[in-house]
């Protein structure tokens, strides 16, 4: 057992989970497929795609074409966890549910420009029935990563046909990693039950970072939009306790990702839209994430694309698939278990009720492909086989 001393310890004093925020585990690594559940139900095609507020969080410059409306969405998060750590023998598993809300208003000020407040969030994390080796009088394996953002955004027409955005991303996390555990120098059993110990715990502790948010959008026709956003990765302070400990090869700091986009969306007839988005997630480039050390995070692309179809004056239809490359490998699942989200597919669909002229319900859900990671190298024996989905219901109104 002398390889999980040598493998287990420094991992284990460098890992940082992901897990639920406001918007959380999705399948782009902490990030779920839209901030917006009507924009979930279309893969999360958004970034040429401005059908509510919510959907500023992808391009500040959706906003510019809304109006005066706001919007509150609470997403249903719900997670099956059936890992293994270490050893096939040594499983991990968990049912957990969380709910997660979003939503954001916006004001027209005159005919060129808006101003408004998104909020949204990310994250990830593990959260197991049991510890994460059988040590009696371990605590159970519990890590939580969440973003939550604040986002004041103001945009302004160019001309009538161009609009350009900018937000203001003021961001809280809060950390919590219970129960890890790390070898003690004593003989490791083959069984996994002695030569381990638990790190002491410190609890919930928070951190803060400020970013920023740039995008334009162009109706190059009026059937023809396209849409471009770029968001700054985003510093965070402190995670004061975890700078002695589980985070100390970062000093208890993280970051959150950079990362860019363009969409476009086509109306071919007036019921239907059609749209699609190219993203770049630069996960590889923050610390402790894209640690190949810790979690290995990757640069990954995505692909988002969907179609929404209005029934009649009440019902509005949709469906969409978002694909992704794979944030992290197999080398790194012993590591990745603390956050386990290895998705990186998924088929989504969803409806709106247009109650009236001002108001509207939405539902929209977000099922992942399956997609089981057997880990290798360091990581042989610890499995990942986790199934993430969304439900999402949203209440809209015009002002």
């Given at each position: 057992m002398k390889r999980f001393r040598h493998v287990v310890a420094p991992i284990a004093m460098s890992c940082i989970p992901l897990v639920v925020p406001m918007s959380a585990w999705g399948a782009l690594g902490a990030q779920p497929d839209s901030y917006s559940p009507l924009l979930m139900g279309m893969g999360g095609a958004s970034i040429a795609n401005p059908v509510d507020t919510i959907s500023g969080a992808?391009?500040?410059?959706?906003?510019?074409?809304?109006?005066?409306?706001?919007?509150?969405?609470?997403?249903?998060?719900?997670?099956?966890?059936?890992n293994t750590y270490l050893s096939p023998n040594n499983q991990l598993s968990g049912l957990k549910f969380f709910a997660i809300p979003s939503g954001g208003v916006n004001f027209q000020y005159d005919s060129?420009?808006?101003f408004?407040?998104?909020?949204?969030?990310?994250g990830a994390g593990g959260?197991?029935?049991?510890?994460?080796?059988?040590?009696?009088?371990?605590?159970?394996?519990?890590?939580?990563?969440?973003?939550?953002?604040?986002?004041?955004?103001?945009?302004?027409?160019l001309t009538d046909n161009l609009a350009v955005g900018v937000s203001l991303n003021l961001v809280s996390a809060a950390f919590l990693a219970?129960?890890?555990?790390?070898?003690?120098?004593?003989?490791?059993?083959?069984?996994?039950?002695?030569?381990?110990?638990?790190?002491?715990?410190?609890?919930?502790?928070?951190a803060y970072g400020v970013g920023f948010r740039l995008g334009v959008l162009?109706?190059?026709?009026?059937?023809?939009?396209?849409?471009?956003?770029?968001?700054?990765?985003?510093?965070?302070?402190?995670?004061?306790?975890?700078?002695?400990?589980?985070?100390?090869?970062?000093?208890?700091?993280?970051?959150?990702?950079?990362?860019?986009?363009?969409?476009?969306?086509?109306?071919?007839?007036?019921?239907?839209?059609?749209?699609?988005?190219?993203?770049?997630?630069?996960?590889g480039n923050t610390r402790v994430f894209g640690n190949p050390e810790s979690f290995g995070y990757r640069n990954i692309n995505a692909g988002r694309f969907g179609a929404s179809y209005d029934i009649n004056n009440r019902w509005t239809v949709r469906a969409g698939y978002m694909v992704s490359g794979q944030w992290s490998d197999s080398a790194h699942t012993m590591t990745n278990v603390l956050g386990p989200v290895t998705q990186n597919r998924s088929v989504t669909g969803g409806?709106?009720?247009?109650?009236?002229?001002?108001?509207?319900?939405?539902?929209?859900?977000?099922?992942?492909?399956?997609?089981?990671?057997?880990?290798?190298?360091?990581?042989?024996?610890?499995n990942l086989d986790t199934?993430?989905?969304?439900?999402?219901?949203?209440?809209?109104?015009?002002?």
């Amino acid at each position: 057992m002398k390889r999980f001393r040598h493998v287990v310890a420094p991992i284990a004093m460098s890992c940082i989970p992901l897990v639920v925020p406001m918007s959380a585990w999705g399948a782009l690594g902490a990030q779920p497929d839209s901030y917006s559940p009507l924009l979930m139900g279309m893969g999360g095609a958004s970034i040429a795609n401005p059908v509510d507020t919510i959907s500023g969080a992808e391009n500040p410059a959706n906003l510019s074409k809304v109006g005066n409306r706001f919007d509150f969405a609470t997403l249903l998060l719900t997670t099956d966890q059936n890992n293994t750590y270490l050893s096939p023998n040594n499983q991990l598993s968990g049912l957990k549910f969380f709910a997660i809300p979003s939503g954001g208003v916006n004001f027209q000020y005159d005919s060129k420009t808006t101003f408004g407040v998104v909020v949204s969030g990310e994250g990830a994390g593990g959260l197991y029935n049991q510890s994460s080796v059988p040590v009696p009088g371990l605590s159970h394996s519990t890590t939580i990563f969440v973003a939550n953002f604040i986002s004041p955004t103001v945009t302004r027409k160019l001309t009538d046909n161009l609009a350009v955005g900018v937000s203001l991303n003021l961001v809280s996390a809060a950390f919590l990693a219970r129960g890890v555990a790390v070898p003690n120098g004593q003989p490791i059993a083959a069984d996994l039950s002695s030569g381990f110990s638990q790190l002491p715990g410190h609890g919930m502790r928070f951190a803060y970072g400020v970013g920023f948010r740039l995008g334009v959008l162009w109706d190059v026709l009026p059937t023809l939009s396209v849409g471009a956003s770029y968001t700054s990765k985003t510093a965070l302070s402190r995670f004061s306790g975890y700078n002695r400990d589980v985070l100390a090869s970062s000093d208890g700091r993280g970051d959150l990702p950079e990362e860019y986009g363009v969409g476009v969306s086509w109306r071919p007839i007036p019921a239907l839209t059609l749209a699609a988005d190219y993203l770049r997630i630069n996960w590889g480039n923050t610390r402790v994430f894209g640690n190949p050390e810790s979690f290995g995070y990757r640069n990954i692309n995505a692909g988002r694309f969907g179609a929404s179809y209005d029934i009649n004056n009440r019902w509005t239809v949709r469906a969409g698939y978002m694909v992704s490359g794979q944030w992290s490998d197999s080398a790194h699942t012993m590591t990745n278990v603390l956050g386990p989200v290895t998705q990186n597919r998924s088929v989504t669909g969803g409806f709106t009720y247009h109650i009236d002229k001002k108001q509207d319900i939405s539902f929209s859900f977000d099922y992942g492909l399956p997609n089981k990671v057997y880990g290798t190298g360091p990581s042989t024996g610890t499995n990942l086989d986790t199934s993430i989905n969304f439900y999402a219901l949203q209440y809209s109104r015009k002002f």
